[in-house]
T-cell receptor
Framework: GQNIDQPTEMTATEGAIVQINCTYQ??????LFWYQQHAGEAPTFLSY????GLEEKGRFSSFLSRSKGYSYLLLKELQMKDSASYLC??????????????FGTGTKLQVIP | EPEVTQTPSHQVTQMGQEVILRCVPI?????FYWYRQILGQKVEFLVS????????KSEIFDDQFSVERPDGSNFTLKIRSTKLEDSAMYFC?????????????FGQGTRLTVV
């Protein structure tokens, strides 16, 4: 089976940096995604990691350690509009080579002035 | 910018009725997915679909559910004999490929309310 853990809630200050952690256990690992989801809306793609290391994309960076089953999403220069849930999602491949993406419960980030 | 579209945005149905949720994936995408999200809970994978057949499904996706690509553009999720616990937001997603950094693009969802 698959298990994905991330903190339920976090609060950070506008302009600051926040790191949202995700740990996972899965077989057939084939990549990790971070999605942003505002309340009542669909998830939107933020980042993808399949190899160890840091991927940077503007104010957002994502890190992966496959050996540790660990990822984090780093948000810099926080803005009020960054208040949302951040979903860690792990892609795994079945024996037929088809993918399934499993989402964590999400981390609800509140940015305060 | 191309997007995944879902209709209706909100569906209310009586328990025991059948519903069909409709999705139009992005036109050059080959892989299609349904997810659901019960209010306040996580996004749950239901099924993936490729080359006109189911490629993966979760334990949630039992005989009550079926998917179909009736023509070249639509991708539907049918829920037979709906139950109260089927009330959720249902998201359709599509992706161009099945590998690499190819992310799935999500539609805006259909909120299903079973009464």
């Amino acid at each position: 089976g698959q298990n994905i853990d991330q903190p339920t809630e976090m609060t950070a200050t506008e302009g600051a940096i926040v790191q949202i952690n995700c740990t996972y256990q899965t077989s057939g690992f084939n990549g990790l995604f971070w999605y942003q989801q505002h309340a009542g809306e669909a998830p939107t793609f933020l980042s993808y990691n399949v190899l160890d290391g840091l991927e940077e994309k503007g104010r957002f960076s994502s890190f992966l350690s496959r050996s540790k089953g660990y990822s984090y999403l780093l948000l810099k220069e926080l803005q009020m509009k960054d208040s949302a849930s951040y979903l860690c999602a792990v892609r795994s491949l079945n024996s037929g080579g088809y993918q399934k993406v499993t989402f964590g419960t999400g981390t609800k980030l509140q940015v305060i002035p | 910018e191309p997007e995944v579209t879902q209709t209706p945005s909100h569906q209310v149905t009586q328990m025991g009725q059948e519903v069909i949720l409709r999705c139009v994936p992005i036109s050059n995408h080959l892989y299609f997915y349904w997810y659901r999200q019960i209010l306040g809970q996580k996004v749950e994978f239901l099924v993936s679909f490729y080359n006109n057949e189911i490629s993966e499904k979760s334990e949630i996706f039992d005989d009550q559910f079926s998917v179909e690509r009736p023509d070249g553009s639509n991708f539907t999720l049918k829920i037979r004999s709906t139950k109260l616990e089927d009330s959720a937001m249902y998201f359709c997603a599509s992706s161009r490929e099945n590998r690499g950094g190819t992310e799935a693009f999500f539609g805006q969802g259909t909120r299903l309310t079973v009464v």
